[in-house]
């Protein structure tokens, strides 16, 4: 059995960072490293940020965006058009739709896919909500910009069967966003042609 090279609170910073998303334990080890070395630079700067958020961000009630405040900043925006929502399964997607900078429009965050097979049903995710938000607004498009992966797929053609009696136009992200891949992995360029081409579901 090895032994324990480092002290506790070392092997416990480690050990968090390898729950990162893209970081295993190599890389969590060598990350460790590098921000005890830059102590003074990024580490204390990095655990006040941390605590920052943790005291200060919140989930927006409305959309379900996070930010320090609620509603966000993005629904607090009265430049944005009222009248087109983007539905995104996650707040990563939302964001990467954002850098893309192609769309003045509101948002949507379902919180997840459809998935049987997981367990997620309808109640797991926030449809209820973007019911209400089309039947209660003056929604003129709702645009389903869900990955396109089978599940991804799935919800928008439930969502959009479910918005088919409220008069609203429906329409999803053209195929330049390829089969399987996630929004948050895609360039700008990719997301605005797919913005750009968008078509009737």
């Known amino acids: 059995m090895a032994e324990r090279v480092a002290g506790p609170e070392i092997e416990r910073l480690v050990q968090l960072l390898a729950r990162l998303p893209g970081l295993g334990p190599r890389s969590a080890r060598r990350a460790t490293l590098h921000l005890i070395r830059k102590r003074d630079e990024l580490l204390a700067p990095l655990a006040d940020a941390m605590q920052a958020a943790r005291e200060r961000i919140v989930m927006?009630?409305?959309?379900g965006n996070i930010d320090s405040s609620d509603p966000c900043t993005i629904c607090r925006d009265t430049r944005r058009d009222p009248t087109i929502?983007?539905?995104?399964?996650?707040?990563?997607?939302?964001?990467?739709?954002?850098?893309?900078?192609?769309l003045n429009a509101r948002y949507h965050?379902?919180?997840?896919?459809?998935?049987?097979l997981d367990?997620?049903?309808?109640?797991?995710?926030?449809?209820?909500?973007?019911i209400d938000r089309v039947r209660d607004g003056a929604m003129g498009?709702?645009?389903?910009?869900v990955n396109a992966t089978v599940?991804?797929?799935?919800?928008?053609?439930?969502?959009?069967?479910?918005?088919?009696?409220?008069?609203?136009?429906?329409?999803?992200?053209?195929?330049?966003?390829p089969v399987g891949g996630e929004l948050d992995y895609l360039d700008e360029g990719t997301l605005a042609a797919a913005l750009e081409r968008r078509s009737s579901f």
């Not at 965050?109 to 049987?116: A, M, R």
């Not at 367990?119 to 449809?127: H, K, Q, R």
């Not at 498009?141 to 910009?145: K, R, Y």
């Open 109 to 116: 965050v379902l919180g997840g896919v459809l998935s049987p």
């Open 151 to 177: 599940d991804g797929q799935t919800t928008a053609h439930y969502i959009a069967d479910l918005l088919q009696p409220h008069g609203v136009k429906v329409t999803r992200l053209a195929h330049g966003v």
């Open 119 to 130: 367990g997620v049903g309808p109640d797991d995710l926030t449809i209820a909500a973007l």
């Open 141 to 145: 498009e709702v645009v389903l910009a």
């Open 60 to 63: 927006c009630s409305t959309c």
């Open 85 to 102: 929502l983007v539905v995104v399964e996650a707040v990563a997607d939302l964001w990467a739709l954002e850098r893309a900078g192609l």
